[in-house]
């Protein structure tokens, strides 16, 4: 059974601080995905990762996959409070996907 | 990016009634998918809706409960059954475009059962 864990489950960072939310996965799998998820709305795409060693980077978000750790990291840069969010990493396999616990994120000002 | 809507966006039901949530997608998908999400956590996925077959569902939800139809490439519908205040929670329609891997969902029906 595939299983997503996500750490830290919570998170309250100063802005302008660097910091790493880490998603581990049970299971190989055929894709990964990291979402943003604001109070009350709906998820938005941030970052869909294909293939091991791949780096995806938008504005002060970089996500990075390692297959063979079954391993994947969300960095924030400088965080800013507008990132304050809940963040779920999500695993595909057979064309299902998986969701991590989330990851409450509050920044600081 | 498909565009996703959904109908309700919100109800409060009484226990024991049923309501049926559609999704309407803005470009034809094969794979479409139902998730809760009940508050403060995580997402889980209920079942699979390819249009021309049968939804498959996860563990732990059947179809006498939930309901699903997939006339075509467009639309869903899913059902809540028999409803108790245990289904209050987030009922989030997902379709998967091949293209691009993307994974987009809906904005969510939020469901209040008294």
């Known amino acids: 059974e595939l299983k997503v864990e996500q750490n830290p489950l919570f998170l309250s960072m100063q802005e302008g601080k660097n910091y790493t939310i880490y998603c581990n996965y049970s299971?190989?799998?055929?894709?990964l995905y990291w979402y943003r998820q604001d109070p009350g709305k709906s998820l938005e795409s941030l970052f869909v990762?294909?293939?091991?060693?791949a780096v995806k980077q938008e504005g002060r978000l970089m996500a990075s996959l390692d297959t063979k750790a079954r391993l994947s990291t969300l960095h924030i840069t400088a965080a800013v409070h507008d990132l304050s969010a809940t963040y779920f990493c999500?695993?595909?396999?057979?064309?299902?996907?998986?969701f991590g616990k989330g990851t409450r994120l509050h920044i600081l000002p | 990016s498909a565009v996703i809507s959904q109908k309700p966006s919100r109800d409060i039901c009484q226990r024991g009634t049923s309501l049926t949530i559609q999704c309407q997608v803005d470009?034809?998908?094969?794979?479409m998918f139902w998730y809760r999400q009940q508050p403060g956590q995580s997402l889980t996925l209920i079942a699979t809706?390819?249009?021309?077959?049968?939804?498959?569902?996860e563990s732990g939800f059947v179809i006498d409960k939930f309901p699903i139809s997939r006339p075509n490439l467009t639309f869903s519908t899913l059902t809540v059954s028999n409803m108790s205040p245990e289904d209050s929670s987030i009922y989030l329609c997902?379709?998967?475009?091949?293209?691009?891997?993307?994974?987009?969902f809906g904005p969510g029906t939020r469901l209040t059962v008294t």
């Open positions: 997902s379709v998967w475009e091949r293209d691009s891997y993307e994974q987009y």
């Open positions: 299971t190989t799998s055929d894709r």
């Open positions: 990762l294909l293939s091991n060693g």
């Open positions: 999500a695993v595909d396999r057979d064309d299902k996907i998986i």
């Open positions: 470009s034809q998908v094969t794979m």
């Open positions: 809706a390819n249009q021309g077959s049968e939804a498959t569902y």
